[in-house]
């Protein structure tokens, strides 16, 4: 089998190679999650490598490369993280993966990158690390905090367990000024910006990309409410979905958000937030927040634990390559990245 290789803009074609190669993603795509992953980010276009055979013209294998803005120390660069990755049965054990993103490399000069990321599994992560030059920088920081006992009684001793189904926490509802977000403004640019004061790597968070990627998503549904400040700014806020996954009802909560001197305020809203998932029925509720975030200690109080990989929905790893000399820094280590629910692909 003789292979081609380019590296494209998405387009009907890309969509029909979609539908062909990843089925089980034809809800989402039928809903737009293509157009809004690589047409209607505020990042700019997204690109897709594609291989085809080049006696029949049947595109074989995929990766998609969604765009995203970094902070890189004060500076906002142009960052792609890479994502749904497939090659043909007929085309494994050619090298196809490696040379599809190896494809995305070489067209740099046209696309101008900086930084690229991105949360392989344990079947894509030899490629990335050991072929493709990427810094292997650890897992996502799953943290989870239990609100019911039958999720994990069934999770190691078996499904005749699951009648032991108790409330593990107490969670009340806190007095609060608790508002129900419906869209950022510039309110949230300066709060981002406090938050990340002291941090060096992370997806940027301004208010336009926080719409595109919580109330323009179209196949996830969350729930954001923010605590306000006596001259209407705003001070934290908490996005939230919650769903059937991993066989039980999951609260995930994708973002959290303070000022340095509104943490308080943060723990109001998550506690509100826990409470809405113990009322919905959530049996667990999930997060990524490292130890280096500014969020940790609101979560720490909160009975957040770090997540044990045997009860992990899913073994992901985290890794990034820097496009440009500029981009070096991103790959330092761990510790200087900031992510959250919301930099997942899959939630």
Same mark, same amino acid.
């Given at each position: 089998m003789e292979i081609a290789y380019e590296v494209r803009p998405f387009d009907d074609?890309?969509?029909?190679?979609?539908?062909? $190669?990843? @089925?089980?993603?034809?809800?989402?795509?039928?809903? /737009?999650?293509?157009?809004?992953?690589?047409?209607?980010?505020p990042a700019g276009q997204g690109w897709v490598a594609l291989a085809r055979d080049t006696a029949t013209g049947e595109i074989v294998g995929m990766n998609g490369f969604a765009p995203g803005r970094a902070?890189? /120390?004060? *500076?906002?660069v142009p960052a792609y993280?890479?994502? +749904?990755?497939? *090659?043909? @049965?007929?085309?494994?054990?050619?090298? *196809?993966?490696?040379?599809?993103?190896?494809? &995305?490399?070489?067209?740099?000069?046209?696309?101008? /990158?900086?930084?690229?990321?991105? &949360? @392989?599994?344990?079947?894509?992560?030899?490629?990335?690390f050991n072929r493709?030059? #990427?810094?292997?920088?650890?897992? @996502?920081?799953?943290?989870?905090k239990p609100l019911r006992s039958g999720y994990f009684a069934r999770k190691v001793l078996g499904d005749w367990a699951g009648f032991l189904n108790l409330p593990l926490s107490v969670v009340g509802r806190p007095r609060?000024?608790?508002?129900?977000?419906?869209?950022? +403004?510039?309110?949230? +640019?300066? $709060? #981002?910006?406090?938050?990340?004061?002291g941090l060096y790597c992370g997806l940027d968070r301004t208010h336009d990309y926080l719409n595109w990627r919580i109330f323009d998503h179209p196949?996830?549904?969350?729930?954001?409410?923010?605590? &306000?400040?006596?001259?209407? +700014?705003?001070?934290?806020?908490?996005?939230?979905?919650i769903g059937e996954r991993q066989g039980g009802v999951i609260g995930s909560v994708m973002e959290a958000l303070c000022r340095p001197d509104s943490r308080h305020d943060l723990? $109001?809203?998550?506690?509100?937030?826990?409470a809405d998932m113990r009322s919905q029925g959530a049996d667990a509720a999930l997060a990524w927040?490292? %130890?280096?975030? %500014?969020?940790?200690?609101? &979560?720490?109080?909160?009975?957040?634990?770090?997540? %044990?990989?045997?009860?992990?929905?899913?073994? $992901?790893?985290?890794?990034?390559?820097?496009?440009?000399?500029?981009? *070096?820094?991103?790959?330092v280590g761990p510790e200087a990245w900031y992510l959250s629910y919301l930099d997942s692909d899959t939630l």
């Open positions: 074609e890309v969509r029909a190679a979609y539908l062909a $190669l990843l @089925p089980e993603q034809a809800e989402a795509i039928e809903a /737009g999650k293509l157009n809004w992953k690589f047409r209607d980010s902070k890189l /120390g004060g *500076v906002r993280q890479s994502m +749904d990755t497939i *090659v043909t @049965p007929a085309a494994r054990g050619k090298g *196809v993966f490696t040379r599809l993103v190896q494809a &995305f490399y070489d067209a740099q000069d046209r696309i101008g /990158g900086t930084v690229f990321y991105g &949360f @392989p599994n344990d079947n894509s992560a030899p490629g990335f493709l030059g #990427w810094e292997r920088l650890g897992s @996502p920081p799953f943290v989870i609060a000024d608790i508002r129900d977000i419906e869209r950022f +403004d510039e309110r949230a +640019d300066p $709060l #981002w910006n406090a938050f990340s004061a196949a996830a549904s969350y729930k954001t409410r923010g605590i &306000f400040g006596e001259h209407n +700014d705003l001070k934290t806020f908490v996005t939230t979905h723990q $109001l809203l998550l506690t509100d937030a826990l927040c490292a %130890p280096h975030s %500014p969020s940790w200690p609101v &979560f720490r109080r909160l009975g957040f634990l770090p997540m %044990p990989e045997a009860l992990r929905p899913i073994h $992901l790893h985290f890794g990034v390559r820097a496009l440009s000399a500029d981009g *070096v820094a991103a790959t």
